[in-house]
């Protein structure tokens, strides 16, 4: 059986293959996860066409796994009508994240609709299980789906402190203020909670990355040929839009070498400067597929 990580890989792209409210059990990347003997996992699906959803399982190994999907559209060609398609996720800002009636943070507030949107049926699935004997909940996700799982992580850990909660994620943009990692952390989830990057994967630095958003202002073109102006307004909202990365950092350097810590960061923020500067922006897109070095890298997939 692969390693764990490599298995909530698995998961996360097996979410993608939800259609229909449904999930076939035979689908290779779930298969991947290693269920228990004899058991379905439980899906779940809300929004508009059902853009939000994940399933809840048990595996053969004790534990109980939360799955989210990501949503992302596919990349065509045109690197910044890809980007804007994706920053739509953003739009609408930071929103209070509430918690036992107490503010605990903010977080963007399209990843707080997503989550909630399916939370009522992901926490009946989850309560619906015997915890008996399990070692804990294990909650994934990658791109959306990995931005929301620190908020899921806080209210599964918010109702059931005693339960182990361990978050593996995998692409995850900024979602959450200083103040919800602070309370997150002492919740105790920051040392359970592992975000893996990819070398070139430029959605962990969005929404929020005003270098990135710079340049995107001047090599961006509007409908006329026209540079984009950068306006005082605009670079003042990025930098209130202060939101933080969770957990710990596991980067993806080259040659596949996991590294940690400050030079991890150092190092997955050079890469995706110098390729921005460079203009290589399908290496940046193709950097992001969970089934492309994520896996290879992760899972040891060629």
């Known amino acids: 059986m692969a390693m764990l990580e490599c298995r909530l890989l698995n998961a996360s792209i097996a979410c ?13 990347n779930l298969q991947a996860l290693g269920l228990a003997p004899g058991s379905t996992p439980t899906v779940f699906v809300d929004g508009v066409h059902q853009i939000n959803a994940g399933f809840v399982a048990e595996t053969h190994d004790d534990w109980v796994v939360l799955a989210l999907r990501g949503t992302l559209p596919p990349f065509t060609g045109d690197f910044w009508a890809w980007i804007d ?19 605990f943070g903010q977080v963007e507030t399209g990843f707080s609709d997503a989550i909630l949107s399916i939370w009522p049926a992901a926490s009946a699935a989850l309560k619906a299980i015997n915890m008996t004997g399990k070692k804990g909940i294990l909650v994934t996700g990658h791109s959306k789906g990995a931005g929301m799982t620190s908020l899921a992580a806080s209210l599964i850990k918010s109702a059931q402190p005693g339960v182990l909660v361990e978050v593996c994620c995998y692409a995850a943009p900024l979602t959450c203020d200083r103040t919800f990692q602070a309370n997150y952390d002492a919740l105790g989830l920051r040392p359970f909670t592992v975000r893996y990057q990819n070398e070139f994967d430029i959605v962990p ?9 710079m340049l995107a202002a001047a090599e961006r073109r509007d409908r006329r040929g026209e540079n984009i102006t950068l306006t005082a307004d605009m670079q003042a909202s990025w930098f209130r839009n202060d939101y933080v990365p969770m957990g710990v950092l596991r980067y993806l350097g080259p040659g596949c070498t996991v590294e940690y810590g400050q030079q991890a960061e150092n190092d997955a923020l050079a890469a995706i400067k110098q390729a921005l500067w460079d203009g290589d922006f399908g290496k940046i897109a193709a ?16």
């Open 16 to 28: 993608y293959a939800i259609k229909n409210g449904q999930l076939d059990i035979n689908n290779p």
């Open 85 to 103: 398609d994706w920053m739509q996720d953003f739009k609408a800002g930071p929103t209070d994240w509430i918690i036992n009636g107490t503010r």
């Open 287 to 302: 950097a992001h597929h969970a089934s492309g070095r994520y896996q290879t890298c992760i899972c040891g997939v060629r």
């Open 205 to 213: 630095f969005l929404p929020w990355w005003p270098t990135f958003a």
